[in-house]
Nanobody
Framework: QVQLVESGGGLVQSGGSLRLSCSAS????????MGWYRQAPGKQRELVAT???????NYEDSVKGRFSISRDNAKDTVYLQMNSLKPEDTAVYSC?????????????WGQGTQVTVSS
């Protein structure tokens, strides 16, 4: 069984920073793409950033230049450094991973961590 566990959310003032972490555990052979998504109240879940195993990244337009995604393959962990936070970044942030733990890759999600940015 594979689990993704996030940490690092919280309350921060506008302009502040937070760093989210997401660690995968279980019988993992390898992890392909990893990413962060967010869902604000009353809105659909949206992609924030993704990173391939080799380090290729992709960002949603509104976070480019402010957020940075990285990963440590040895630790099966993905990070999201969030700087210059804005109230509109307030959401539940969830990590996602394409994990090979059996004969075929499967998608896994973390439970989510709340990020609240006050104005």
């Amino acid at each position: 069984q594979v689990q993704l566990v996030e940490s690092g959310g919280g309350l921060v003032q506008s302009g502040g920073s937070l760093r989210l972490s997401c660690s995968a555990s279980g019988s993992i052979f390898s992890i392909w793409a990893m990413g962060w998504y967010r869902q604000a109240p009353g809105k659909q879940r949206e992609l924030v950033a993704t990173i391939t195993r080799s380090g290729g990244t992709n960002y949603e337009d509104s976070v480019k230049g402010r957020f940075s995604i990285s990963r440590d393959n040895a630790k099966d962990t993905v990070y999201l450094q969030m700087n210059s936070l804005k109230p509109e970044d307030t959401a539940v942030y969830s990590c996602h991973a394409d994990v090979v733990a059996g004969p075929a890759p499967a998608e896994y999600w973390g439970q989510g961590t709340q990020v609240t940015v006050s104005s």
